[in-house]
């Protein structure tokens, strides 16, 4: 499957941005889905993951309450709205696809990646 991920760019601090990813070349319910990011010198981190039909929404603790995971697998898409954006936001923002049964929150379990979208969040 390939991940295609879009929707980021520059905001200010308390402002909102969506990213979307989309999926081809594979049926996306088939997929536990993630995003993640990685900020400049820091290390890929896990933000949100969500079960095959949507029910299970585990969140990173510094996005927990302003971030929400969704997906329409008619449509092939995932979705991060960010809302009251902070600072440490800033980073380049991954979807990825995990084929496995188990949901995890590290990156090494997920098979698939998208290229990463940039958010910029200034204060």
């Known amino acids: 499957v390939q991940l295609q991920a879009s929707g980021g760019g520059a905001a200010l601090a308390e402002q909102s941005l969506r990213l979307s990813c989309v999926a081809s070349?594979?049926?996306?319910?088939?997929?536990?889905m993630g995003w993640f990011r990685q900020a400049p010198g820091k290390e890929r981190e896990f933000v949100a993951s969500i079960s095959r039909y949507g029910g299970t929404t585990p969140y990173a603790d510094s996005v927990k309450g302003r971030f929400t995971i969704s997906r329409d697998n008619a449509k092939n898409t995932v979705y991060l709205q960010m809302n009251s954006l902070k600072v440490e936001d800033t980073a380049v923002y991954y979807c990825?696809?995990?084929?496995?049964?188990?949901?995890?929150?590290?990156?090494?379990?997920?098979?698939?990646w998208g290229q990463g979208t940039l958010v910029t969040v200034s204060s």
């Open positions: 990825a696809a995990d084929r496995g049964a188990v949901m995890s929150r590290s990156w090494s379990s997920f098979d698939y």
């Open positions: 070349g594979g049926t996306l319910s088939t997929y536990t």
